[in-house]
């Protein structure tokens, strides 16, 4: 089992930025690929991006396409969602989430296996 951990959220003015942490314990962080989803008021819970195990290859919604990125640090158990250009739209709980590596590259949330408790994105316009 893993147990994640976000930070970061906030407060921001639209075209500001923000980066999301999540710190992972447990089991080793190498096993998983890593992603992020967001569930905005009033909406169902929508794939943001995902960072495979190796950090080598990563894959976004359109909606954030060029504004957000995934980054993970394995060394530091931690993987990261910059999010530039923030737009009201984006004003959201963010969660990070792990599946198991062999499952390759997923958007479902139901493929992913842990979730950490979420971290609330604010953007004023």
């Known amino acids: 089992q893993v147990q994640l951990v976000e930070s970061g959220g906030g407060l921001v003015q639209a075209g500001g930025s923000l980066r999301l942490s999540c710190a992972a314990s447990g089991r080793t962080f190498t096993m998983y690929n890593m992603g992020w989803f967001r569930q905005g008021p009033g909406k169902e819970r929508e794939f943001v991006g995902t960072i495979s195990w190796s950090g080598q290859t990563a894959y976004y919604a359109d909606s954030v396409k060029g504004r957000f990125t995934i980054s993970r640090d394995n060394a530091e158990n931690t993987v990261y969602l910059q999010m530039n250009n923030l737009k009201p739209e984006d004003t959201a709980v963010y969660s990070c989430?792990?599946?198991?590596?062999?499952?390759?590259?997923?958007?479902?949330?139901?493929?992913?296996?842990?979730w950490g408790q979420g971290t609330q994105v604010t953007v004023s316009s």
């Open positions: 989430a792990a599946n198991n590596r062999a499952e390759g590259i997923v958007t479902s949330r139901s493929r992913y296996a842990y």
